[in-house]
């Protein structure tokens, strides 16, 4: 049977190679290493930090013939010592995407299945590629190109636990049980404008035990624009609708100014405020942005304190840093500053705390080993306040850091054309 499924398996893969106009087989190995000391939340006095390697491995198909396009990526994400060396199976394995594209005409395309849904600068909707399984929907794409700098998508999902003869309520182990989304976005001259719309729909059992679907909604806006070695970008985003039987009300704003020194160095200033809900505040409305999608490894410090899985429906967060970065050659560093604040009142019994949260400092550096080896390190640190504390629990005099390593080894196996 074994030597049936491989003769199988190399025919299927020899008649792809004779059918496909493109083919590419790639793959990614990326082992990092991790020393949690205050990662995500204070450590508290007496407590020890973790240590582990984890490790993301893909390999990845992309094909295309003429009009048809389809992407499969396989993933297997681990930490070093999860299973016995002699464990029979791996319950790691997943596909991380397997969809098929299709391109009707010059202007049109429909877009199906497991896929990556990315839009702008990952605020809203990304990949969450920093970890390693990454982020992916079930969804379906029309993807419309409305001039020549102008492009409108269109995206639909439906979850659902299982094929059912009955419906049930689902457990939004996705997050959510439907979404509708539209995103817009052209380009004129130095100036680069998005909107996006989300309808995000939950299920749940209400207080009266009934199925019921709520939605909020997210809708917004972001500008780019770039004039010589002047770079600006500014967000802004409300929310609405219902999450489960609470009413939304809440906002987001955010921008960044970079600027080229010289070819190696860069210098940025950013700011991002996201709504929040005093600790005093006994209404049942949420006034606290969610992120809903985005990638928010890549905001509001690399240490993950805010939004990555925490910080929902509470205070908020003002977030002013800076980013000085180099690189030259293979080379490259960059220092990210943040200074934390609430958006809303902490509270700790009835004391008002201060707003200022904390200050975090990022630093990280990567070497370019090879075309398709890249290293890469980090280091940081948080500096506390009482007011974290409140909100964090643990102790902001302790040493509250985060270190890693991590190669990624991401080479083209076998292309064609």
Known sequence: MKKINLITIITLFFTVLITAQSFKLSSEIRPRFENRHGYKTLI???????????????????YQQEKLTLGVSLQNVRVWGDVSTLASKDNANSFHQAWAAYQFTDNFSLKFGRQEIIYDDSRIFGNVGWAQQARSFDAAIAKIKTSENGKLELGYSLNNDAEQLTNSVYTNVAGYKTFQFAWYHTAINNLGLSFLALNNGVEFLNSKTEEELNYSQTFGSRVTYKLGKLSLDGSVYFQTGKILENSVSANYFGGNIKYNVSEEFNFGLGAEYLSGKDMNDTSTKIKSFNPVFGTNHKFNGFMDYFYVGNHINSVGLVDINATLSYSKNKFSAKVIPHLFSSAADVYKGSSKMNTNLGTEIDVVLGYKIAENVLLNGGFSKMFGTDSLEVLKNGDSSADNS?????????PTLFATK
């Open 44 to 62: 508290k006095s007496g407590e020890e930090g973790a240590n582990f390697i984890s490790q993301r491995t893909r390999l990845n198909f992309d």
């Open 402 to 410: 985060w270190t890693w390593l991590m190669i990624t080894f991401k």
